[in-house]
């Protein structure tokens, strides 16, 4: 069980990636955080680096593309937190697929990436906003993308599904202003995670090139105006700074962290 006095903040995508990074560095700001992702041993890892920073983690394995495994995670949580529900970051996500045009893939990946990126966030959101409106207090961070911002060609479901997560979060923002409570949305352009850095390192092994020259050509194809990807430390502190006293009264906003793309 979580420590009475220590904030709580719930994180999916915990096991990998930004989602870890965040919860490693809620953690390091005195959070105690629920950890949820699908794989066990992964989630344990991160517990126990937050058992490092002196705070508690509760491990959720929960699918979130199952309703009915969303809504037992989540009283576990509330279980866990006596009640208490002071930041939610949705990070967990699919890019689903990633080049065919409309046409080319089924609905049951459409359906895949819609049920993870958005329609998980809308349940989570569903018990834990009454939660954090009930205590007059709260932020909750969605993680979007800056495909989110505009379209892109072979990225359909992916686009679609956080241009969805936009209108979830700014609805949310406005119906939960009054108690309280912020709903912020954070569109990362290319974020090096592990997942990343494994397909550029892979395309360079294909094309006899090195994974930092095919980074180099994919900052070029999306058109980066900084000239770099992000590193997940980019989002965290964003994460951080939304959640400390500078998110006071930031509300509804998209804040676009992609070293200028959507400029
Ligand atoms: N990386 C990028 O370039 C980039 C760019 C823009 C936006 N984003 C967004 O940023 C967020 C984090 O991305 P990332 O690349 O850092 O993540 P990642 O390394 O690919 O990890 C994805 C995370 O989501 C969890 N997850 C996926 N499907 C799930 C499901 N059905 N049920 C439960 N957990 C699930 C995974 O947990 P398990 O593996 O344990 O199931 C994992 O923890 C995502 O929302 C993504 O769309 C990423």
């Not at 989602?19 to 344990?44: F, H, K, N, Q």
Request: glycine share 14%; net charge neutral; proline share 4%.
């Amino acid at each position: 069980m979580a420590e009475g006095a220590a904030p709580v903040a719930f994180v999916t995508g915990a096991s990998a990636g930004t989602g870890r990074e965040i919860a490693l560095a809620l953690a390091g700001a005195g959070y105690d955080v629920a950890l949820v992702g699908r794989r066990t041993e992964a989630l344990e890892a991160v517990a126990t680096a937050i058992g490092e920073h002196g705070r508690d983690a509760l491990v959720l394995p929960i699918e979130l593309r199952d309703a009915a495994a969303v809504e037992t995670g989540i009283d576990a949580f509330l279980a866990w937190s006596g009640g208490r529900c002071d930041v939610v970051v949705n990070a967990a996500g699919i890019p689903g697929p990633l080049s065919p045009d409309i046409g080319g893939f089924g609905v049951a990946e459409f359906d895949a990436v819609i049920a993870t990126n958005l329609r998980a966030p809308f349940l989570i959101l569903s018990r834990l906003l009454p939660v954090m409106r009930a205590r007059k207090s709260g932020r909750i961070i969605n993680i979007g993308g800056n495909h989110g911002m505009r379209g892109r060609a072979g990225r359909s479901s992916y686009s679609s599904s956080k241009w969805g997560l936009r209108g979830l979060s700014r609805s949310a923002a406005l119906e939960a202003g009054k108690d309280n409570v912020t709903v912020n949305y954070i569109a990362p352009g290319p974020i090096a995670v592990q997942r990343m850095k494994d397909g550029w390192a892979a395309r360079g092994e294909a094309e006899g090139a090195s994974e930092d020259a095919v980074r180099k050509d994919y900052v070029a194809a999306m058109g980066i105006a900084l000239g770099r990807t992000n590193e997940p430390a980019d989002i965290v502190a964003t994460v951080l700074f939304l959640v400390g006293p500078g998110g006071r009264n930031i509300t509804g906003q998209e804040i676009v962290i992609d070293g200028g793309v959507i400029v």
